[in-house]
């Protein structure tokens, strides 16, 4: 299996910035695409940033300009870059991983349990 940990989230005031990290572990083979969703109260589940194997990105128009998303292969780490953070980004942020195992060669998605963060005066 893949252990995914997250951290970085917390209260911020508008304006603030916040980096977040995932840090992928386990019996992992190779790691695809990585990306970050989140999901605010009432709402569904929404794709904020991707980035493949080869550090291509994708960004939700909502956080583009204002977020990046990068990765440390050597660490199977994904980070989340926000800036200019506003009360709508307010939400739990969930890390994935799309990755293949020593014993199990099909890639699979993982998810973490997510990380809170609030933009509020």
């Known amino acids: 299996q893949v252990q995914l940990v997250e951290s970085g989230g917390g209260l911020v005031q508008p304006g603030g910035s916040l980096r977040l990290s995932c840090a992928a572990s386990g019996s992992i083979l190779s790691i695809n695409a990585m990306g970050w969703y989140r999901q605010a109260p009432g709402k569904q589940r929404e794709l904020v940033a991707t980035i493949t194997s080869g550090s291509s990105t994708n960004y939700a128009d909502s956080v583009k300009g204002r977020f990046t998303i990068s990765r440390e292969n050597a660490k199977n780490t994904v980070y989340l870059q926000m800036n200019s953070l506003q009360p709508d980004d307010t939400a739990v942020y969930y890390c994935?991983?799309?990755?293949?195992?020593?014993?199990?060669?099909?890639?699979?998605?993982?998810w973490g349990l997510g990380t809170q963060v609030t933009v509020s005066a």
């Open positions: 994935n991983v799309n990755a293949n195992l020593r014993r199990d060669i099909n890639y699979r998605n993982y």
